[in-house]
C-alpha cells in the first residue's frame, strides 16, 4: 500500500471513530463528491476523506480537527457550482452540508426564514410560495442546490436584473471559522451596522474563510401577477437596441433574457411554438407585480421591443409560461448535446457593451474555428458565452482552453468581470491576477490569511496566495 493510501486510511479512520461510519464516504462512495458541474471538462479531485456532519457542533469539531492537524476542508454544497469550487483538488476532508437540512424558523407574518445551510433553494422556494410570499433568487438546479453554497458563490440567476443576487436577500449568517469557533453577522434584523460588514463579506469567499452552517433569508410578498414577453429579432443588433430601449424607458422587469443566433439555432425546435428561420435572437422578459402593474410595465416592455421585431408576444397562461421556464432550463443541454460538449464562461460587461460582446465571441469562432454560442441576463451584461466542443478530442478542449482565455481579457478590456455569478473557484484560478491589480490582489490575499492563516478552507479556489 502506498504511503498516499495510508494516510487517507488513518483519516478516514480518525473521522468514523469521531463521526460513525454513517457520516463518513468511503471507496466508490466518494465519487460524486470529488467533482461539480465542471466535470464534463474532466475536472476531478481526489479527497482523503468524505464527511457528512448533521449539526454545527460537528462541523466545529470536524474544524478543529483539521486545523489542528493542517488537513485541508473543502465545503460543499449541492455540487452544481460551474467553477470547480467544491472540487478537492489535492486531497483533504470534504465537508458536505446535505445533512444540515433544517428550516429552523420560519415566520411568514414577519417575511423570513432561518435555514440550515444544506436546505436547498427548491424548498425555500416552495415553501415562501406556499405561505403567499417570495423568494426571487433563482440560481438554476434548485432541487439541487443549496443554500449555503449559493452564499458561498453569491449566486445570481434570471431575477437578478429586477432583484438582486443572493446577498440582496440575506440578514444574517452563520458560519464556523478556524479552530472550530462559531460567528454570526446579521440575524433576523433588517437592518445592522454595529460592525464591519462581514456578512457580505462570507457572501461570496467560495468556503475559502471558513465554512457556511446557516442564515437568516428575506421573504416578500410573492406578486399578484406576472406576464412574460418574447420577441424575435433577425441580428443580434436590433435585439440588443431593443434591449436598449427598455432600460432607456426606465423599466424595471423581472427579467431580461437574451439568446444570440447559435443559441436560438440550437434550440429552435424545441422552443414553445416553434420559431420561423428569421429569428436569430430572442429576448425573453417577465415583469411581476400587482395585477395593474404587471400590465403597465408590459405595455410599456412590448413598445421597447417592438421595433425590428419579427414577432412579439406576450402570455400571462402559466402554462404558456411554464413552457417557456422548461425551454430556458434546457438551452445549456441543447447547447452541450450539439457536439457532445461545451465549455462555458459567465463574464460580465457594463450593458453598453453588450453588443460588442457578443460581436467578440463571434470573433473568436473564427479564430479558434469552433462554433460559439451565447446567452444570458442581458440586464446584468451577464453572458454564458460558450464554445461548443467534441468532448472526446483532446485538441478541440485545448483550442476551448484558449478561446477562453482571449474571452476573458477581451472582457477585462471591457471594463467587465471574468465571472458574474459562478466565482473563481478552481477554474479560473488563473484569472486572480489578470482580473486584480497588485493593490487589489493585496488585499484580498490579506483578508484570506487573516482569517486562514494556514490555508486550510477551500485551499487554492478564489485567491492565489503569494507562495502558490
Not at 443549496?146 to 453569491?154: S, V
Not at 473557484?425 to 482569517?451: D, M, N, Y
Request: aromatic letters at 8%; charged letters at 20%.
Amino acid at each position: 500500500m502506498s504511503n498516499r493510501g495510508s494516510v487517507e486510511n488513518n483519516i478516514e479512520r480518525d473521522l468514523i471513530a469521531l463521526f460513525g461510519e454513517e457520516a463518513v464516504k468511503l471507496g466508490l462512495e466518494k465519487l460524486p463528491y470529488l467533482h461539480d458541474s465542471t466535470e464534463m471538462q474532466g475536472l476531478s479531485g481526489r479527497a482523503d476523506a468524505v464527511v457528512l456532519p448533521e449539526a454545527l457542533d460537528q462541523i466545529c469539531q470536524l474544524v478543529a480537527w483539521c486545523y489542528s492537524r493542517g488537513v485541508p476542508i473543502i465545503p460543499r454544497g449541492g455540487g452544481t457550482g460551474f467553477a470547480g469550487g467544491a472540487v478537492p483538488i489535492d486531497g483533504g476532508v470534504v465537508c458536505s452540508l446535505e445533512r444540515l437540512n433544517r428550516i429552523l424558523d420560519f415566520s411568514p407574518e414577519f417575511w423570513r426564514m432561518q435555514v440550515e445551510a444544506g436546505v436547498t433553494t427548491g424548498r425555500v422556494q416552495r415553501v415562501a410560495r406556499e405561505n403567499g410570499l417570495y423568494y426571487p433568487p433563482d440560481p438554476g438546479a434548485a432541487e439541487l442546490s443549496q443554500i449555503g453554497g449559493n452564499l458561498a458563490c453569491n449566486a445570481g440567476g434570471p431575477h437578478s436584473f429586477k432583484y438582486g443576487t443572493t446577498a440582496s436577500w440575506v440578514t444574517g449568517i452563520q458560519m464556523v471559522i478556524r479552530a472550530g469557533d462559531v460567528v454570526t453577522f446579521g440575524g433576523p434584523v433588517r437592518k445592522d451596522v454595529a460592525g464591519y460588514d462581514l456578512r457580505s463579506l462570507f457572501i461570496g469567499s467560495e468556503g475559502t474563510l471558513g465554512i457556511i452552517t446557516g442564515a437568516w433569508l428575506r421573504l416578500i410578498p410573492a406578486p399578484e401577477a406576472s406576464h412574460t414577453v418574447i420577441a424575435g429579432y433577425r441580428d443580434f443588433r436590433s435585439g440588443v437596441a431593443g434591449l436598449g430601449r427598455v432600460l432607456a424607458y426606465g423599466l424595471t422587469p423581472a427579467t431580461l433574457e437574451y439568446f444570440d443566433e447559435g443559441c436560438v439555432g440550437a434550440t429552435r425546435r424545441a422552443f414553445p411554438g416553434g420559431l420561423s428561420d428569421d429569428v436569430n435572437f430572442l429576448v425573453l422578459s417577465e415583469t411581476d407585480g400587482s395585477a395593474g402593474e404587471a400590465d403597465r410595465i408590459s405595455d410599456q416592455l412590448m413598445d421597447a421591443l417592438k421595433q425590428d421585431a419579427v414577432f412579439l408576444s406576450r402570455t400571462h397562461d402559466p402554462r404558456a409560461t411554464a413552457a417557456l421556464t422548461r425551454w430556458r432550463s434546457g438551452v445549456s443541454f441543447a447547447v452541450s448535446a450539439q457536439r457532445g460538449g461545451k465549455m462555458s464562461e459567465d463574464i460580465v460587461v457594463p450593458f453598453d457593451k453588450l453588443a460588442a460582446a457578443i460581436q467578440m465571441l463571434g470573433d473568436l469562432e473564427a479564430q479558434f474555428h469552433l462554433p460559439s454560442c451565447s446567452w444570458g441576463h442581458a440586464g446584468d451584461g451577464n453572458l454564458h458565452a460558450t464554445f461548443m466542443v467534441d468532448a472526446a478530442s483532446p485538441e478541440e478542449i485545448t483550442r476551448a482552453e484558449l478561446a477562453t482565455e482571449a474571452l476573458f481579457a477581451r472582457a477585462l478590456e471591457m471594463h467587465g468581470s471574468v465571472s458574474g455569478e459562478h466565482g473563481l473557484g478552481w477554474v479560473k484560478r488563473s484569472q486572480f491576477h489578470r482580473q486584480f491589480g497588485p493593490a487589489e490582489a493585496s488585499l484580498l490575499t490579506g483578508i484570506k490569511l487573516l482569517f486562514d492563516p494556514d490555508n486550510i478552507f477551500n485551499p487554492g479556489k478564489k485567491v492565489i496566495l503569494p507562495h502558490e
